[in-house]
């Protein structure tokens, strides 16, 4: 490739350092503050737990750059590329700010429900009475920060959809480290092995999960935003009416996935709600992702007419729009050239969708 696809001609704007935003500061102090409350509130557990849990890095290591992989599927026309430091601001939020929001909230949501209802539903109700309420909402207070803080640059559905991802992401990340420093303490054999019993678990129920609930959230969130980059093509009432749906639609699985469960079928109905939860998801995506697509196609579209995708090749240029035509143009290459020329093709792919993204 050359230099010029490679390199972005204009100026961007600053993703995240804006000292000049109050909201910049606003996400500094929350993750300052976050910082020392989570500390407060896990150190001890985790500190007593930590050679269990440094015994275990490698598999959380492993477990965090799967979800990373994952969670970048979601993203198959770049869009967050150029923006890698809005996903890890999203992981410190979620991880840092909005957990001990969703903790100390839950604590005084229980009580207002203990109003209501008699001991033993809320011993069996309380985590999806509360969770889904307290956690939905602190995420999503944490993803509208950096919603607005990168609002130059995060304007579109894809973007809010992976913001959203990392945020969520970061929250599952510190609350699997909080449920595996209480499992080992708790653990009659030893620490590791509750720890390692634990984190197998939330391996295993990680998709989808927290940063699936709030990437529809987000989503959601965007919409009823100045920011959206899509107002103009979508009329109001649909706008506002998608958006809601979506802001309930995390809560939601959310919900259905803390519901108790008879004890004679909780395996069986546990592995029925994660398809189902997941099937539910990917629908949704899926509905979404064709905004995205249309999006990619129309700059194509200008930059072939304006000239600035001039140095891409015509074949390349005609893959981009969905992920089997440029499976098909490396199948292609690979018959020709072999992995080298795959290779080589995937890299003008990315180079292409990457220039797409960021030139103005």
């Keep these: 490739m050359s230099a010029t696809l490679l390199a972005p001609t204009t100026t961007r704007p600053a993703v995240l350092y804006r000292p000049e935003s109050a909201v910049f500061w606003v996400f500094v102090i929350a993750v300052v503050s976050g910082s020392f409350a989570t500390l407060n509130m896990e150190g001890s557990a985790i500190h007593e737990t930590l050679d269990a849990n440094l015994a275990l890095a490698p598999f959380w290591l492993a477990f965090m750059a799967l979800m990373v992989w994952l969670l970048l599927r979601f993203d198959p026309f770049r869009a967050m ?21 969703a903790i100390t909230s839950s604590g005084g949501l229980e009580r207002l429900w203990g109003l209501v209802f008699s001991p033993e539903v809320l011993a069996n109700w309380s985590a999806s009475l509360c969770a889904p309420i307290t956690e939905e909402a602190a995420k999503a207070m944490c993803a509208v920060v950096l919603l607005v803080l990168c609002a130059p640059l995060v304007t579109r559905i894809a973007h809010a959809l992976l913001v959203g991802m990392f945020v969520g992401l970061g929250f599952d990340l510190m609350e699997d480290l909080g449920y595996a420093s209480t499992s080992a303490i708790l653990s009659l054999d030893s620490d590791l092995a509750g720890a390692g019993e634990s984190l197998l678990v939330r391996a295993f129920t990680a998709v989808p999960a927290h940063w699936s609930y709030t990437s529809l959230t987000t989503v959601g969130a965007l919409l009823l935003l100045p920011s959206f980059a899509g107002r103009a093509e979508w009329p109001a009432a649909r706008r506002v009416l998608v958006a809601v749906g979506l802001l309930l639609a995390g809560p939601l699985m959310h919900f259905v996935w803390d519901a108790p469960l008879p004890d004679d079928y909780e395996g069986p109905l546990t592995l029925v709600k994660l398809v189902a939860s997941l099937a539910f998801y990917l629908a949704i995506v899926f509905a979404l992702l064709p905004f995205e697509r249309r999006w990619v196609t129309a700059r194509i579209g200008a930059g072939r007419d304006n000239g600035w995708l001039s140095d891409v090749s015509a074949d390349v240029l005609d893959s981009l729009p969905t992920w089997r035509r440029r499976r098909a143009l490396r199948r292609t290459a690979r018959k020709t050239g072999g992995r ?15 220039l797409i993204q960021t030139v103005s």
Excluded: E, H, S, T
């Excluded at 923006?83 to 979620?94: I, K, S």
């Design 340 to 354: 080298r020329a795959a290779k080589a093709v995937r890299a003008r792919q990315d180079a292409a969708l990457d």
């Design 81 to 101: 590329r150029p923006y890698p430091q809005a996903l890890v601001a999203g992981v410190a939020m979620g991880a840092m700010v909005a957990v001990p929001m």
